[in-house]
């Protein structure tokens, strides 16, 4: 890391000397350290002011998919449009990995390349490179290095899993369909050593051409992946130190009160695109033509804190740790960030009969997919928006969970009666089985609880735990702080189906057909203990505090005690 840092050093140098007047310029305020965990950040040496400039650096220093792809005899078109072309196969996939991604990793493996070689090695492009992190480093941060076996003991059979497993095989059919053919032909150059970085240590032994390629290009996939910035309409970049600085996701700045931010943003820089010179605040003045992009202070920053930038407000923690390898603790502790995930279906809940199938059929359901249990398969894709919860609980839903209420309806509880009357009609009387229908919804949930948890018997405050002891590796940190996102997003959700079914409950007059308890779902650590124990907000298990008053009520933050104060104030100590 000592190296890294040095590297740092020598660019700010070169960019000084490049950029003696103009284009170029950063705070004697700041310093660059290593951090155990965090690895290279940028913090404070003392107090910085609110708008003050940071950092300046001329766009055209950027390196980007131009860089060294050159526009040989329509090379990169070609590559390019065979991503594409693949892409399409894996839509899901490509809401993670863009062509563009994949375009500008091989731009890095040219660049690796030269700087192994010792090619223009005071260039920016090659001093950049030497501040990135090595392979070893990157093992730990990103997932084509993490072990498939260990990651699955940790996430089963859950769609963060599947997810894992599906891009994973996505990138190796990139390589194999596309960018393999390409380093051999006469648009690569017919030298695939140009693509190939030997100094790496995967690379030491006397591998095949092939396999140093893709050890070549796992690791500049993994850097493009995570250290890029994108603008609208333009392709992503590394641009030279700025792409040192960590970041966060902007709901993390959040306070219990809608639309407001709390007292103390997470957040505290911002980038912004101009031209010299910058004014501060992200203000510039054109007077040289000199496209630049400057990082700010967005508040008064204190001595010794880090310099974090906004990693966008829709990255959920399942985004993150696909896109960093890690996961920042205070995701777990923040009221308003949930995970998105997938519910699959009971086999219990696929049915036979073939009235049920002939409804399920009709209505578009398909029940041979459903019996997967994985990918593109389940019943239900919960988004990560937590605006669709606090929907949900105020009585509306999105078509997806209307879709799944009305598959269990004709699945599980429907009457001889009702699917007569939906198979001729195509209608479902919804709001008679809402009570039940709820009920079976939070089974569908118990169920999911034990995909994600496998043989597991740990809780989340167990697996927290696990993950702080200080020789745990990183990557199974990061994986186990990501199950109890995942594991508390479903609870959050099952709480939910609960409050829906005890309303419904008290508005109906007909009596309730016990659809009954279902043993195999059970964990094997008794889940209604914290099921049934949560927060009175939201239902999370995780984290856990209890009333300082009267220690009866339980809330996972200050928030929800915040918003729960209104009611419980009543009843507290009573």
């Known amino acids: 890391m000592a190296e890294r840092i ?139 290095y993490w072990d498939v076996i260990e990651v699955q003991k940790i996430w089963n059979q859950s769609s963060i899993y599947f997810g894992f497993e599906e891009m994973r095989k996505h990138v190796r059919a990139i390589f194999d369909d596309v960018l393999w053919s390409y380093f051999n032909s006469a648009s690569g150059a017919l030298n695939v050593d140009a693509y190939i970085d030997t100094s790496l240590p995967s690379n030491a032994s006397n591998n095949s051409k092939r396999e140093q390629a893709w050890n070549t290009f796992i690791y500049a996939l993994s850097l493009a992946w995570s250290r890029a910035h994108q603008y609208k309409d333009t392709d992503p970049v590394l641009i030279p130190l700025v792409e040192l600085f960590n970041g966060h996701s902007e709901r993390i700045n959040e306070s219990a009160k809608k639309g407001k931010l709390v007292a103390k943003t997470v957040i505290n820089v911002n980038i912004a695109r101009g031209a010299w010179p910058f004014m501060g605040g992200g203000r510039f003045i054109n007077e040289c033509n000199l496209p630049c992009s400057c990082i700010y202070a967005n508040r008064a920053i204190s001595e010794g804190e880090e310099l974090i930038l906004s990693y966008g407000v829709n990255l959920t923690p399942t985004g993150f740790i696909a896109k960093y390898g890690a996961l920042p603790e ?68 999105t078509d997806r969970m209307k879709s799944a209420r009305q598959y269990l309806i004709l699945a599980v509880l429907a009457d001889e009666f009702e699917l007569n009357r939906n198979y001729t009609s195509g209608r479902l009387r919804g709001p008679l089985y809402e009570s039940r229908v709820m009920r079976v919804m939070c089974q569908v949930i118990d169920y999911n609880l034990n995909m994600l948890s496998g043989d597991s018997t740990t809780t989340s405050a167990q697996d927290i735990e696990i993950a702080a002891a200080p020789n745990i590796f990183a990557w199974k940190r990061s994986c186990l702080l990501a199950r109890v996102c995942y594991r508390e997003s479903l609870i959050m959700w099952r709480h939910a189906f609960v409050e829906r079914g005890q309303n419904a409950t008290k508005l109906e007059e007909y009596s309730e057909i016990d659809v009954g308890p279902l043993p195999s779902f059970q964990q094997p650590h008794e889940q209604a203990e914290y099921l049934d124990k949560g927060c009175i907000v939201c239902g999370r298990s995780y984290p856990s505090k209890k009333c300082g008053k009267c220690k009866q009520v339980q809330f996972c933050t200050r928030a929800h005690q915040m918003i729960n104060w209104k009611e419980h104030k009543h009843v507290c100590g009573k």
């Open 330 to 397: 205070d995701f777990l502790y923040h009221h308003n960030i949930i995970s998105d995930f997938s519910l699959w279906t009971p086999p219990q809940y696929i049915p036979t009969e073939s009235m049920r199938v002939k409804c399920l059929e009709q209505n578009d359901f398909p029940l041979d997919f459903l019996k997967q249990s994985r990918g593109d398969t389940a019943l239900l894709h919960v988004s990560h928006e937590i605006e669709d919860l606090d929907m949900y609980r105020r009585g509306n839903e």
């Open 6 to 144: 040095d590297a740092t050093d020598v660019l700010v140098e070169i960019f000084r000397t490049n950029y003696p007047n103009k284009g170029f310029s950063i705070s004697d305020k700041i310093k660059f350290i290593h951090s155990k965990g965090k690895g290279l950040c940028i913090l404070a040496k003392r107090d910085i002011p609110k708008d003050e400039n940071i950092m300046v650096i001329p766009t055209t220093e950027s390196f980007g998919i131009t860089n060294f792809l050159k526009n040989g005899p329509g090379g990169p078109e070609i590559m390019r449009n065979e991503l594409v072309k693949l892409g399409k196969e894996k839509q899901q996939i490509q809401e993670y990995l863009s062509t563009e991604d994949f375009l500008l990793a091989v731009s890095i493996m040219e660049g690796l390349s030269k700087k192994c070689r010792g090619i223009a090695p005071r260039s920016i492009s090659m001093a950049q490179a030497a501040t990135w992190p090595s392979e070893d480093e990157m093992k730990n941060s990103s997932w084509y």
